[in-house]
């Protein structure tokens, strides 16, 4: 039993991992980051490529000011 787990894991990193390749030639061939591949929604699909055009310092300050409107909206809303 343990080495058919062992085969059926090993399988599916090999499955996985060929189909994160394919994932990443069609976004590269398509001009597009990866994570808007995945996107669930138009909002996160339309995130996925606007985070894309932004510098990495860019990146990091949108994280940031993200978090900081959560903070805000989260203690906002737990305000009796």
Do not use: C, H
């Not at 060929?18 to 669930?40: E, I």
């Not at 699909?45 to 989260?74: C, F, H, I, N, Y």
């Amino acid at each position: 039993m343990g080495q058919a787990l062992r085969t059926a894991d090993r399988e599916w990193a090999e499955y996985s991992a060929r189909q994160t390749a394919t994932a990443r030639r069609n976004a590269k061939a398509l001009g597009v980051p990866l994570a808007f591949l995945y996107a669930q929604t138009n909002t996160k699909g339309a995130a996925a490529l606007t985070w894309g055009e932004l510098s990495k310092p860019e990146q990091r300050k949108a994280v940031a000011d993200l978090k900081a409107r959560l903070t805000q909206s989260v203690a906002a809303r737990d305000k009796p």
